[in-house]
């Protein structure tokens, strides 16, 4: 319920004023016909228009007032005083954040996709005289104005920077209500992009081109690792070339790996043998062949 200039402070002077008519008209018997009669009808007009000449605004509101037609002073908050007959209040303005929320259905981005998008629009009016004035109805056009402004960014975005550049799309849809709304008096504190929206089936074709964009990156990485592999063994192929003791050691290291589990049987060809020292692999054999425990006699 609308309860703008609603005033119980002129109300209780009104009552009174009432009481006070009837207290004179009842004792004041002694007085002058002109008195007793003259006062209290002065007192019952005062009662009456006193609810309407008492306005107060709320802390938060703005009242526009106009006289024979034309703007005279836009009062409030607190309590202010008008002529009955004469002034009359155009508008209460709201002065607090107010949100509308807003959409569009089916808006084709730059890219031919059609998206449902919701969003929610933070605003103030911080000039009530222009508010009043310079536009019929602020709350439904600010609504209109929202909801173009988004059909337009929409249109000039593709899917994937709505997707992906919220923030961004939200800073242009405030920047453009604000230019739009700044006539009237209104501005537009922020923009909040909440859902975007694309048909089931072209969420399966995204989700599939997804999935192979994944498999492609993982083979690429894939194929680098192999490549770095390749290179790393074929620089120790260079050393090994170029250093013949290097490429024993390396055999005898990976003999002594082997033999270090129990029960292992290693099998040496013969060319293998002749290539490394065979005074390093019988101490090597040795060695391995002291480490295991020596076999159970019946």
């Known amino acids: 319920m609308n309860t703008a200039g609603k005033n119980p402070t002129a109300q209780l002077i009104g009552v009174l004023l009432l009481i006070a008519a009837a207290l004179i008209s009842s004792l ?48 409030g908050p607190g309590l202010f005083l008008i002529f ?39 605003w103030q009016v911080h000039d009530a005289q222009r508010a009043a004035l310079e536009i019929t109805d602020y709350r439904a056009a600010i609504l209109r104005v929202a909801q173009t402004s988004l059909r337009e960014m929409v249109g000039s975005s593709s899917l994937s920077a709505l997707m992906s550049e919220r923030k961004i799309a939200d800073e242009q849809l405030k920047e453009e209500i604000g230019r739009k709304t700044a006539d009237w008096g209104v501005a537009a504190l922020s ?16 989700s599939r081109q997804a999935q192979a964009e994944r498999e492609r990156a993982a083979r690429v990485i894939l194929g680098a690792a192999e490549e770095e592999v390749a290179q790393k063994f074929l620089e120790a192929a260079n050393i090994y070339a170029r250093n013949p003791a290097a490429l024993q050691l390396r055999a005898m290291n990976i003999i ?9 049987t290693i099998l040496i060809p013969s060319a293998m043998v002749d290539s490394m020292n065979p005074g390093g692999i019988t101490g090597l054999a040795s060695v391995a062949a002291g480490a295991r425990p020596a076999p159970a006699h019946g």
Do not use: C
């Not at 890219?111 to 969003?119: F, G, M």
């Open 28 to 75: 004041g018997r002694d007085l002058g016909p002109l008195v007793r009669f003259a006062l209290p009808g002065l007192l019952v007009l005062a009662a009456i228009l006193t609810p309407f000449s008492l306005l107060m605004a709320r802390q938060w509101e703005k009242a526009v007032v106009l006289r024979f037609g034309k703007l005279h002073a836009v009062r």
């Open 84 to 122: 009955p007959f004469t002034d009359a209040v155009a508008a209460w303005v709201d002065q607090r954040i107010q949100t509308t929320e807003f959409n569009a259905e089916q808006a084709l981005t730059r890219d031919t996709v059609p998206a449902n998008i919701d969003a929610i629009l933070f």
């Open 191 to 206: 923009v909040e992009i909440r859902d975007v929206a694309i048909p089931s089936q072209l969420q399966d074709a995204m």
């Open 256 to 264: 002594y790996e082997t033999t270090k589990e129990r029960g292992a």
